[in-house]
């Protein structure tokens, strides 16, 4: 008898702190290189897979979409951020879910969308929520969140960078 008395107080110690020792379940989504024909993004193949993706996953929490959202321009700011508003639309079905965590879709920029010296301050601009807490110079377009007991790591190695010549040399 005074053994089980020892173990009830080790068991009912366990249960309550069990959860640390136990893998959380969620489920996330991955996608990358959606790029196309169609306004920059290949629409019929990322459509369908937006909508496969919605109706096999109820469960699912959120999408990350690490770069290369858009084929970009390397001439024309304009037109790789009309490409990535019409990738926003092609989305749209993510974005509207109501069983998804915000934000929903947690994207990065990619080479492809960082061809010009504006691209940076564009993508800021059009993913607004994305957190804050990169370096000074690259906040947006590095960040990290936690979720449950996941910590997730965006980071790019593609920037935008002015060289001695002056604007127009990527690194």
């Known amino acids: 008898m005074k053994k089980i008395k020892i173990y009830i ?5 366990f249960f309550i702190n069990a959860k640390p020792f136990f893998a959380q379940n969620f489920k996330f989504a991955a996608m990358s290189d959606s790029r196309g024909n169609y306004n920059g993004v290949n629409e019929p193949v990322l459509s369908e897979l937006v909508k496969h993706m919605l109706k096999n996953n109820k469960d699912l929490k959120f999408l990350v979409f690490p770069g290369d959202l858009v084929n970009g321009n ?3 700011a304009d037109t790789t951020i009309k490409q990535i508003k019409h ?3 092609i989305m749209s079905p993510v974005y509207e879910s109501k069983t998804l965590v915000w934000p929903k879709v947690w994207v990065s920029i990619g080479n492809h969308e960082v061809q010009s010296v504006l691209d940076e301050s564009n993508f800021k601009k059009e993913f607004q929520y994305l957190y804050q807490n990169g370096p000074n110079d690259e906040k947006e377009l590095k960040y990290s969140f936690d979720y449950d007991n996941v910590h997730f790591v965006f980071v790019t190695t593609d920037r935008w960078h002015y060289s001695e010549e002056g604007p127009g040399k990527r690194d």
Not at 9 to 13: E, M, R, T
Request: proline share 9%; aromatic share 18%.
């Open 9 to 13: 107080p080790l068991l009912i110690f």
């Open 74 to 76: 390397r001439h024309s």
């Open 87 to 89: 990738w926003k639309k």
